[in-house]
T-cell receptor, first 112, second 112 residues
């Protein structure tokens, strides 16, 4: 079983719609959760971090964490073509080691 | 505040050669992690250095090694290059608590 699982997609949504990206993780002791955006040929860029159960909003992005279900999600409201990228979910077990476990990423296509 | 700097950006090497990649973390960050990214395997953890000590190591052969200097700059070395080592090598910089990791632009290594 992989540490972090994501649907590889592609996920296609029309411009202006809500894109919903999901991620599950296997280690129940995980404490820190992150979403990265990676454009083709570029390095991952941190867009959201979440550490406690519930929702965290930042602009058009909302991260949701449910530790009981070991589930993390990212909602992108009013999706734009510029949001088209691969979104990586990452998890840190929080043992003071900066070793992040990454999912394989979900490719998002936002169609104009 | 300067970001994470990786050099060089691109490298072409021949099988059997060795290569050294460099990473300068964000000022004040003492933790540097290295990842290999390939289309088939995604982001895979190589190792993490904190205050010149390797704290964690991924599942890579001994041909992959690294070190960290007193100014937190890190180098990664790959000896006896194989075709399969062709990848994007990413360095991530984190603060002491490991709450977030910030990536450099990466070094694209091509082994021919």
């Amino acid at each position: 079983q992989k540490e972090v699982e994501q649907n590889s997609g592609p996920l296609s949504v029309p411009e202006g719609a809500i894109a919903s990206l999901n991620c599950t993780y296997s280690d129940r002791g995980s404490q820190s959760f992150f979403w990265y955006r990676q454009y083709s040929g570029k390095s991952p860029e941190l867009i959201m971090s979440i550490y406690s159960n519930g929702d965290k909003e930042d602009g058009r992005f909302t991260a949701q964490l449910n530790k009981a279900s070991q589930y993390v999600s990212l909602l992108i409201r009013d999706s734009q073509p510029s949001d088209s990228a691969t979104y990586l979910c990452a998890v840190n077990r929080g043992n003071n080691f900066n070793k992040f476990y990454f999912g394989s990423g979900t490719k998002l296509n936002v169609k104009p | 505040k300067a970001g994470v700097t990786q050099t060089p950006r691109y490298l072409i090497k021949t099988r059997g050669q060795q290569v050294t990649l460099s990473c300068s973390p964000i000022s004040g960050h003492r933790s540097v992690s290295w990842y290999q990214q390939t289309p088939g395997q995604g982001l895979q953890f190589l190792f993490e250095y904190f205050s010149e000590t390797q704290r964690n190591k991924g599942n890579f052969p001994g041909r992959f090694s690294g070190r960290q200097f007193s100014n937190s700059r890190s180098e990664m070395n790959v000896s006896t290059l194989e075709l399969g080592d062709s990848a994007l090598y990413l360095c991530a910089s984190s603060g002491d608590r490991g709450l977030e990791a910030f990536f450099g632009q990466g070094t694209r290594l091509t082994v021919v």
